[in-house]
């Protein structure tokens, strides 16, 4: 409130001050004509000036501005794939029941159009684990070691510009603390496995867009990287950094 009182003053000031201007003018030089033809102009030229400013000048700055900061958050979003999301990925995507038969795997010298052809059916996949074959006491080994990154990346304000990654950073954590918070992920009651399930899937389900994302931020930016992700890609049982023909 006193920051609009203050603007509100000094505005009032600014307009007391131009009218008095006009009036020192006016009896110095006897000429209105001369005056509202001018001013009159002025302010049809306010008109062009906002539009040039406002629509024009900062939306060019804006959209550099945003450019630098997605290159800076998506430094961060490719530290937590090194980190972690490859890793967890790769770990569910091993036991995912309709994957492995559904989806079309490609390499780096593949087309572009399977490259969108791998995008399409992994979009179109659920994302849902067989949770008699998760290994959670490795899950949970996993994340525990990467809390204290995952807290980092919470803490960097630069996240704030991408909103589903915070998501996917949040969920991560979340199941982490799930999984810390039992003593024993052995014979645990259906009911319990079952809430642990909705939370991989949370994990999985919004985790893999964001892959997409970046691979595709990745090949557009940097090729090189590309390269090595495409290779350890996370739902490829097959995949190798090693480089074949």
């Given at each position: 409130m006193k920051i609009e009182s203050k603007q509100l003053l000094i505005g009032l000031l600014l307009v007391i001050l131009s009218a008095l201007v006009y009036t020192i003018h006016y009896f110095i030089f006897r000429d209105a004509h001369h005056i509202f033809m001018y001013l009159i102009g002025d302010i049809a030229f306010v008109f062009l000036e906002v539009l040039i400013v406002t629509l024009i000048i900062e939306r060019v700055l804006h959209n550099r501005e945003k450019k630098k900061k997605m290159k800076k958050l998506n430094m961060v979003i490719g530290a937590f794939f090194s980190e972690i999301g490859t890793n967890i990925l790769a770990i569910f995507a091993k036991i995912d029941k309709h994957l492995l038969d559904n989806i079309v795997f490609f390499q780096e010298h593949s087309?572009?159009?399977?490259?969108?052809?791998?995008?399409?059916?992994?979009?179109?996949?659920?994302?849902?684990?067989?949770?008699?074959?998760?290994?959670?006491?490795?899950?949970?080994?996993?994340?525990?070691?990467?809390?204290?990154?995952?807290?980092?990346?919470?803490?960097?304000?630069?996240?704030?510009?991408?909103?589903?990654?915070?998501?996917?950073?949040?969920?991560?954590?979340?199941?982490?603390?799930?999984?810390?918070?039992?003593?024993?992920?052995?014979?645990?009651?259906?009911?319990?496995?079952?809430?642990?399930?909705?939370?991989?899937?949370?994990?999985?389900?919004?985790?893999?867009?964001?892959?997409?994302?970046?691979?595709?931020?990745?090949?557009?930016?940097?090729?090189?990287?590309?390269?090595?992700?495409?290779?350890?890609?996370?739902?490829?049982?097959?995949?190798?950094?090693i480089v074949k023909e």
């Open positions: 087309k572009p159009d399977k490259f969108n052809e791998f995008v399409k059916k992994l979009k179109e996949n659920e994302f849902i684990v067989d949770i008699e074959k998760m290994n959670w006491d490795v899950v949970k080994k996993f994340l525990s070691e990467k809390r204290d990154f995952m807290l980092r990346l919470l803490e960097n304000p630069s996240l704030l510009e991408h909103e589903k990654f915070t998501d996917v950073l949040w969920a991560t954590f979340h199941l982490t603390e799930e999984l810390e918070s039992r003593d024993s992920l052995e014979g645990l009651p259906k009911e319990d496995y079952m809430h642990l399930a909705g939370d991989v899937h949370r994990v999985y389900s919004s985790l893999a867009p964001q892959w997409i994302a970046y691979m595709k931020h990745l090949k557009v930016t940097y090729p090189h990287l590309f390269s090595l992700a495409l290779r350890i890609n996370p739902f490829d049982p097959d995949s190798s950094a």
